[in-house]
């Protein structure tokens, strides 16, 4: 059954249309669902209001220049004028530009799992595949046109939040926003192109990750350095997305990426699992994330050896619940 959705609709229109200047935020260190869903509705506005003033806002990452999607340049004077709409963030903490609370009206659509709440008005739904799954539905219920490179941009961060319809939150709703978006000329082929493909660097950076990965019981983990990266992809934040390299072997059911970071001390964790919640564990390092992937950020080496331990016996116990769960059977 579709998710309600049409409550929260009118509150989000109202406020649009009350303010002449909007601003868009994301999270730090953006994934295609923060640009798709942050692109994707200036787009919309811009589209649909031609006379208000509709900015990004956020510093430049590495999918955003691949994107060519340029940055706006916002004085401080606009803040406290503008509507202010949050995407994606998860907590306050990650909305990249903090100068959000300065604006006079915020509002926050995202579909991580609710730990706090920093804005005005909140549609949260964690049973979204993606923040670009709910903005595609609200425009489906409202029936509104969308130009071309808001639909491409909305199904492009849609396909990689929910990684081309394979995580556990895909649904009857997610295919519904696929379908709608579609409709409006989407370039499919390219989409996946822009999530999947890879530049020669990345392919080499890659075969790295592979390289240096280890297995603890069903469980795979990389821990890569800066020595790694640096020469090759030249940035933390392209390299800390290649956690999806771990994927794909049948019997490991978690997986996780650890990257040294920029200030050559701390590390990022990258954490993954096909079906298992390992949300505990990246909250227990003040991460958080979706059931089946979480980050964390700032880990001692020391920590990174515990999270590593955590893990593998996790993935070890649910292995064995399961085998003992066919024994009884």
Known sequence: MPIKIFAMNPKIIESIQKYDSIIIFRH????MDALGSQYGLAAWLRHAYPNKSVYCAGAGSPLQKKMGL????ICEDIYPQSLGIVLDASTASRVDDQNYTKCAYTIRIDHHVQTESFCSFEWIDPKASATCEMLALWFKAYRTELPLDSANLLYSGLVADNVRFTTKSVSANTFLAAA????????VIACDQINYSSSWNDYQYETIVRDK??????????????EDYVPILHSFASAKEKVYVLSGVDDIQIWALFT???DGVHYSASLRSRTIDIRE???KYHGGGHACAC???????DQVDEIVDLLANLSQSILSISIESKSMT
């Open 213 to 226: 990965a280890s297995r603890k019981d069903n469980f795979l983990y990389a821990v890569m350095e800066q």
């Open 260 to 262: 040294r970071m920029d």
């Open 180 to 187: 709608y978006l579609i409709d409006f000329g989407v370039d």
């Open 281 to 283: 564990i990246a909250q």
């Open 28 to 31: 730090i260190l953006p994934d």
């Open 70 to 73: 340029s940055l706006d340049s």
């Open 295 to 301: 980050g964390i950020k700032n880990l001692t080496r």
